[in-house]
């Protein structure tokens, strides 16, 4: 099928890759020329696993283009994604939609024959229904421009799996014929076993929130747990694998760490709350501001156990950290938990260098006061403190031996409960993790 995706940054640059990879013929728009131009040349300004070979591999086939017109694009497509970003508002908890606003309302005026807009942005509650309005008031098809809400659920690290091979599809829809469009554009996909749930806008939009609240609100309850483990003497790896067995409650994003970041379960969970308010049912989610604090509260008690690790006081001290993105597999710093406690240290005195295997460029954007090393051993030297804060998979092939005599002191802080202590610690290691015995 002839398709387009609006808005190429890290969610539609994927989608647009993917698809033509499964054999659709993709225009993707993108304002930002530099952006654009990268692409073109199939290239990404992101890191994701197998997604620049993926574009560059169909761009070269000709299956995938980008324009900046929208009248190219009305004129080229039959479906219509609309992948742009909803950051938070810079003064408040609620998500910007305007870029989605935007999209809609440029397209909207050339659609002359009948299309199907699809919505893959993660907005809240009401969007699609406001967007389905502004598609009848201004495009030429009149009732043949349909919108349908298709929300993403891609993890970073596993965009390109996620995209082909999705473990369920979303469609929210006022009209049979854009359920038939969607079916024909999945097909692939579909016969592969996936599921298709089939529902009303509300729930297409809720889909994804409530999903990225389930998970951030596991995430907090084992970090809470941690802090009652080393209260009690626990040990909350064994407590996390024990509960785990529950088919309930299941072991995945059951690990004690300094929490969750990036660039969408924070800010989908506050514009989950602000929406809520709203709608006047915030009582019903205040639940979440409480998994938000507790989030917080594990950064600030790594920069306490760090302060403490090193005698009371990080002035003059040196610290290393291992990990500088939110997660491993991604260059992604937003709201990095990472680089929140690296700062925080700097500013309380101590020198800090960070090392990323692939995030050190976009954090050096960030945060261009503190140093950054080209590798984990030279992050290391001198250091009177390691934090392990990303979980990449090199940080865990690291052993003591490899540090002997690149640091100023034997102390280490495992912030993702990967790292063997006992091992660090018959070497001579002062060693601690969250919640650990």
């Known amino acids: 099928m002839r398709i387009t995706v609006i808005g190429c940054g890290y969610l539609g ?8 990879d499964l054999g659709h013929e993709v225009l993707g728009m993108e304002i930002d020329p530099v952006k654009r131009e990268a692409l073109s040349q199939g290239r990404v300004m992101i890191y994701e696993p197998h997604l620049a070979e993926m574009l560059e591999r169909n761009v070269e086939a000709g299956r995938v283009r980008f324009t900046d017109s929208y009248a190219e694009v009305a004129a080229f497509g039959d479906l219509h994604f609309v992948c742009v970003g909803t950051p938070q508002q810079a003064e408040s908890l609620a998500a910007d939609v305007s870029q989605v606003e935007s999209a809609i309302a440029g397209l909207a005026p050339y659609l002359d024959r009948p299309a199907l807009v699809v919505g893959k942005s993660t907005v809240p509650v009401g969007t699609a229904e406001r967007m389905a309005r502004v598609l009848a008031a201004h495009a030429p098809a009149g009732s043949d421009a349909l919108l349908a809400w298709n929300p993403e659920f891609l993890r970073e690290g596993f965009a390109v799996h996620d995209t082909q091979h999705p473990d369920r599809i979303v469609v ?26 089939v529902t009303d806008y509300a729930t297409a939009e809720l889909v994804k929130v409530a999903a990225n609240a389930f998970l951030a609100t596991k995430i907090s309850f084992i970090n809470a747990m ?4 080393e209260a009690t003497g626990a040990d909350v790896v064994d407590l996390a694998d024990s509960i785990g067995y529950d088919a309930r409650i299941g072991r995945r994003f059951l690990n004690a760490g300094i929490g969750f970041g990036g660039g969408c379960l924070p800010k989908d969970i506050r514009a989950f709350v602000h929406r809520a308010g709203e709608l006047g049912v915030e009582d019903a989610m205040t639940f979440l501001r409480h998994i938000d604090d507790v989030n917080q509260r594990q950064r600030e008690r790594v920069v306490h156990i ?6 009371g006081d990080l002035r003059g001290t040196r610290i290393a950290v291992w990990g500088a993105a939110f997660k491993p597999d991604s260059d992604d710093v937003r709201d990095s938990p990472a680089l929140w406690v690296s700062g925080q240290l700097h500013l309380r005195g101590a020198e800090v260098r960070v090392y990323d295997p692939r995030a050190n460029a976009s954090a050096r954007q960030g945060f261009p006061t503190l140093s950054y090393a080209d590798s984990a051993v030279e992050a290391c030297r001198d250091a009177d403190l390691v934090l392990h804060l990303t979980e990449w998979p090199e940080f865990r092939e690291i052993g003591p031996a490899d540090l002997d005599g690149v640091v100023a002191r034997p102390r280490i802080f495992d912030g993702r409960n990967v790292l063997d202590l006992d091992t660090w610690r018959s070497a001579g290691w002062a060693a601690r993790a969250l919640g650990r015995r």
């Open 226 to 229: 941690a802090e009652v483990c």
């Open 13 to 20: 640059a994927t989608h647009a890759a993917a698809m033509a």
């Open 306 to 311: 760090a302060t403490a690790m090193v005698g």
């Open 172 to 197: 929210g829809i006022q009209d049979g014929r854009a359920e038939k469009l969607l079916r024909d554009f999945y097909a692939p996909v579909l016969e592969d076993g996936t599921p298709m749930v």
